[in-house]
C-alpha cells in the first residue's frame, strides 16, 4: 500500500497551490480519503475528505471557502485545490485512505509534503 503525496512547496500569501495524492495497493474507489495538516507544536488536524464515490465532501471551518478537496477514482488520485493561502496554513499535508468494515477498519497514511506560505 502506498499513498504518495506531492505538489508542495513555497508560495507567498494569497498564492495557490495543487496537492496530489497517488494510491496504489488497495481498492481506492471504496475508501474516503482526507487531507490532514500538522504545523510544528500543533496536532495533527483534519483539513478536508471526500467519500468514496466523490459525491460529498467536508472541510475545516479554517479553510472552507478557499480549499477543494476532488477525486479521480480512473487515476486512483485525491487532490486538495489550495487558493488564498495564508502564513497560518503553513504545515506538512498528509493524505488518509479510510475504510470501515465491521468490527474495525482499514487505514492508511501517506508521508507527507511541505507546504510553507511566507513572503
Known amino acids: 500500500v502506498q499513498l504518495v503525496e506531492s505538489g508542495g512547496g513555497l508560495v507567498q500569501p494569497g498564492g495557490s497551490l495543487r496537492l496530489s495524492c497517488a494510491a496504489s495497493?488497495?481498492?481506492?474507489?471504496?475508501?474516503?480519503m482526507s487531507w490532514y495538516r500538522q504545523a510544528p507544536g500543533k496536532e495533527r488536524e483534519l483539513v478536508a475528505g471526500?467519500?468514496?464515490?466523490?459525491?460529498?465532501?467536508n472541510y475545516a471551518d479554517s479553510v472552507k471557502g478557499r480549499f477543494t478537496i476532488s477525486r479521480d477514482n480512473a487515476k486512483n488520485t485525491v487532490y486538495l485545490r489550495m487558493n488564498s493561502l495564508k502564513p497560518e496554513d503553513t504545515a506538512r499535508y498528509y493524505c488518509?485512505?479510510?475504510?470501515?468494515?465491521?468490527?474495525?477498519?482499514?487505514?492508511?497514511w501517506g508521508q507527507g509534503t511541505q507546504v510553507t506560505v511566507s513572503s
Open positions: 488518509n485512505a479510510l475504510r470501515r468494515v465491521i468490527g474495525g477498519k482499514y487505514e492508511y
Open positions: 471526500i467519500t468514496s464515490a466523490g459525491g460529498s465532501t
Open positions: 495497493g488497495f481498492t481506492f474507489n471504496m475508501y474516503y
